[in-house]
């Protein structure tokens, strides 16, 4: 959708979205060296839902991202999104159908401007020639400004990437994901790093990106008070297993997630 008024413009609304992607998970494994890092996951998720994955320390939670995203292969297994087998496709592959991912370390470009770090993603995903990134300025244009105006960095848009605080990072990265237009998303630990005092307003700005969107989010975080009011459902880990998969209160209140989760002090 392209217009002159670039902030009338709700370039990345649900309206205009196609429906949000399901993932599908049956028998995941993965073992290096003979240790099997994950074990034989079934897992679920249904378009539109929130699911955090949980666990102890060295439990499998990035092992699994990794399966997920396309980083490593499954020794066995197999990982639908929206029904088709994507088990062998490679990362960028997974991208173009609609996966979308942050790491736990912070990649945007610091020496650029935050309106630029996005401008950049959304020329990357449209391929726009070089005479339309001029015309649509530095910034990028509307899209980028709706993707901005969404994380709450609008007032930042100037603002050299690499002088933001670690919250407007991990909001930058999310505006960065949204500029690809992901149907769905893996948040590998958003709040990492992230002080006290931002971490109630990255959580909202999580929680609006997956309502505006109304794509699916799979997110592992450590910080459980925000995961329990967010999340549809846990996704509990342990020891590379999947103990239990259900809404957040049948999860906590699961003796076996207790022992094993709780037990462990994480
Ligand atoms: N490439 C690898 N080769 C060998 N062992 C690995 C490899 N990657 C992960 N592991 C091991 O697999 C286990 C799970 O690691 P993983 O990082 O997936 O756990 P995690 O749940 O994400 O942990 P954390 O919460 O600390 O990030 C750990 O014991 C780790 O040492």
């Avoid at 509307?142 to 993707?147: D, F, G, L």
Wanted: charged content about 20%; overall charge negative.
């Amino acid at each position: 959708m392209t217009t002159d008024n670039a902030t009338a413009v709700p370039a990345v609304s649900a309206r205009d979205t196609p429906p949000a992607t399901s993932l599908a998970l049956d028998h995941l494994s993965w073992s290096v060296g003979g240790a099997v890092i994950v074990d034989d996951i079934t897992m679920h998720v249904t378009e539109g839902e929130f699911v955090a994955l949980i666990g102890p320390n060295g439990a499998g939670k990035t092992s699994l991202f990794n399966l997920v995203s396309g980083l490593t292969r499954p020794t066995a297994g197999t990982v639908t999104l929206s029904g088709v087998d994507i088990t062998r496709h490679a990362p960028h592959k997974r991208a173009r159908l609609g996966m979308g991912r942050t790491f736990q370390t912070s990649s945007v470009f610091a020496d650029l401007t935050v309106g630029a770090n996005v401008g950049l993603a959304v020329q990357a995903r449209t391929g726009e020639s070089r005479r339309f990134w001029k015309r649509a300025g530095a910034d990028g244009g509307p899209e980028t400004a709706a993707a901005l105006e969404l994380v709450r960095l609008s007032h930042r848009a100037d603002a050299m990437a690499g002088d933001l605080s670690h919250g407007d990072k991990r909001k930058l990265e999310l505006a960065l994901l949204l500029a690809r237009r992901p149907r769905l998303i893996l948040l590998d630990e958003p709040m990492a790093g992230v002080g006290a005092g931002e971490i109630g307003e990255l959580t909202t700005v999580i929680r609006d990106v997956h309502r505006e969107q109304g794509c699916t989010v799979l997110m592992v975080e450590h910080h459980m008070e925000v995961l329990l009011d967010m999340a549809d459902r846990l996704a509990v880990m342990h020891h590379g297993a999947l103990l239990a998969f259900t809404d957040p209160d049948s999860a906590m209140a699961d003796p076996a997630v207790q022992a094993a989760y709780l037990g462990d002090g994480a």
